[in-house]
């Protein structure tokens, strides 16, 4: 059994230097006691808040930052580019007719990190 997300759950990405907390907005959802999130709630910005500094090699930014550093290894900000939807997700239970987000589902950066739930922002609500 998994422990659904919802508004303030705490993430991290794995080239985020802090943690965030996921927003969901509260259009047709199931409040527990703050709206449940889904596999969709995977915009940035919106959903996905930054996460500090990146430290991805992938990222634009930091590369060039890195190249102006002489190669040495330069954070920007974090601008999250998740476009695919949270995976696996709880097919078993539907928020907003899609999968409602479990705290074992992960998220992929287009710059290469992995975001990760932590904390579900909620203990009273599993999804069997």
């Given at each position: ?13 794995t080239f ?12 047709n ?26 430290m ?13 550093a ?16 949270w ?28 975001i ?7 203990f ?5």
């Open positions: 059994m998994a422990m659904l997300a919802c508004t303030g759950a705490l993430m991290q990405c985020g230097a802090a943690p965030s907390a996921l927003n969901v907005l509260p259009l959802r199931v409040l527990a006691p703050t709206p449940v999130a889904n596999i969709m709630d995977n915009k940035p910005i919106v959903n996905v808040p930054p996460f500090g500094m990146c991805s090699m992938a990222n634009p930014m930091v590369i060039a930052a890195t190249a102006a002489l190669g040495v290894m330069t954070p920007m900000p974090c601008i999250p580019m998740t476009v695919a939807p995976v696996p997700g709880v097919p078993t239970v539907l928020i907003g007719e899609m999968p409602a987000l479990g705290m074992d589902s992960k998220l992929m950066c287009n710059w290469g990190g992995v990760q739930i932590n904390v579900p922002g909620q009273a609500v599993l999804a069997g």
